[in-house]
T-cell receptor, first 111, second 113 residues
């Protein structure tokens, strides 16, 4: 699996947009970009994933650069409950793929 | 999304005893489930891939005789930590795949005294 690089920590004000970057310069053509988050002492929560196109769901938006070497997860209106470690992972998808977790980004949303 | 449950949510046991952790996919069938382990202040580490009806595949460095995995049905995988020792104390998390997306359980915290 391709490796990803994320900043170790970020801060965001409540109500503002949180933009979390991720570099994945060695991503292969058939690999997806997945985003998960882990709130303290809980299992990871799936957020969103994409291949080439930008994606949006009820939780977040995913912006993938045209060369697919980096992406940004956007939480449009961060709340205190969004404080968590956010993981950007690349993988080939399918029924047998494995997720390799890095250290992620600790996002702290401040009141 | 999809719902994956784990039982128990936490367990305390004496050294030398065995502990079984259950992972269930509640609203879908999963031929493949995964077991992860997470030590304090560290990231998740994949332990093994559990395949329904066949033997589990273990990651390098994970003792298959110590961490027994059984995936007897399409909705249930179990992880048994045999002869647990204090160094096995950790947060164990399972996941299952639905529509090519991996969904995680809430985790089981194991403390071995």
């Amino acid at each position: 699996d391709a490796k990803t690089t994320q900043p170790p920590s970020m801060d965001c004000a409540e109500g503002r947009a949180a933009n979390l970057p991720c570099n994945h310069s060695t991503i292969s053509g058939n690999e997806y970009v997945y985003w998960y988050r882990q709130i303290h002492s809980q299992g990871p929560q799936y957020i969103i994933h994409g291949l080439k196109n930008n994606e949006t769901n009820e939780m977040a938006s995913l912006i993938i650069t045209e060369d697919r070497k980096s992406s940004t997860l956007i939480l449009p209106h961060a709340t205190l409950r969004d404080t968590a470690v956010y993981y950007c992972i690349v993988g080939s998808g399918g029924s047998n793929y494995k997720l390799t977790f890095g250290k992620g980004t600790l996002l702290t949303v401040n009141p | 999304g999809a719902v994956v449950s784990q039982h128990p949510s936490w367990v305390i046991c004496k050294s030398g005893t065995s502990v079984k952790i259950e992972c269930r996919s509640l609203d879908f069938q999963a031929t493949t489930m995964f077991w992860y382990r997470q030590f304090p202040k560290q990231s998740l580490m994949l332990m093994a891939t559990s395949n329904e009806g066949s033997k589990a595949t273990y990651e390098q460095g994970v003792e298959k005789d110590k961490f027994l995995i059984n995936h007897a049905s399409l909705t249930l995988s179990t992880l048994t930590v045999t002869s647990a020792h204090p160094e096995d104390s950790s947060f164990y998390i399972c996941s299952a795949i639905k529509q090519e997306t991996q969904y995680f359980g809430p985790g089981t915290r194991l403390l071995v005294l």
